[in-house]
């Protein structure tokens, strides 16, 4: 059974810094095209980043320079290093294997529970 877990998120001042976690079992993580997806309050959905086995596939232009996706082989874990944070990346953020979005909703795959990240001063 495919599980994914994430953590990390909070409270953060603008400017501040946040590391998100995606622990996973029940598959072959090393394999598996990994997803980080986000929520805002108004429901819209946004792809952040893709990451396969190493190599970082996606990265939105909204993030980019400022979020890197990684990943632990070791500990089968997904990372998103979150730096210089912007009000606007209030969010629920979620990890995926192999889903995606389309037409405004959240398909195939699995998803975890997600994480709220919320930027304010």
């Known amino acids: 059974q495919v599980r994914l877990m994430e953590s990390g998120g909070g409270l953060v001042q603008p400017g501040g810094s946040l590391r998100l976690s995606c622990a996973t079992s029940?598959?072959?993580?090393?394999?598996?095209?990994m997803t980080w997806v986000r929520q805002t309050p108004g429901g819209g959905l946004e792809m952040i980043s893709g990451?396969?086995?190493?190599?970082?596939?996606y990265t939105a232009n909204s993030v980019k320079g400022r979020f890197t996706a990684t990943r632990d082989h070791a500990e089968k874990t997904l990372y998103l290093q979150m730096d210089n944070l912007k009000p606007e990346d209030t969010a629920v953020y979620y990890c995926?294997?192999?889903?995606?979005?389309?037409?405004?909703?959240?398909?195939?795959?699995?998803w975890g529970q997600g994480t709220q990240v919320t930027v304010s001063a």
């Open positions: 995926t294997k192999d889903g995606s979005i389309l037409g405004g909703r959240r398909i195939g795959g699995d």
């Open positions: 029940g598959f072959t993580f090393s394999n598996s095209y």
């Open positions: 990451i396969n086995g190493d190599t970082v596939i």
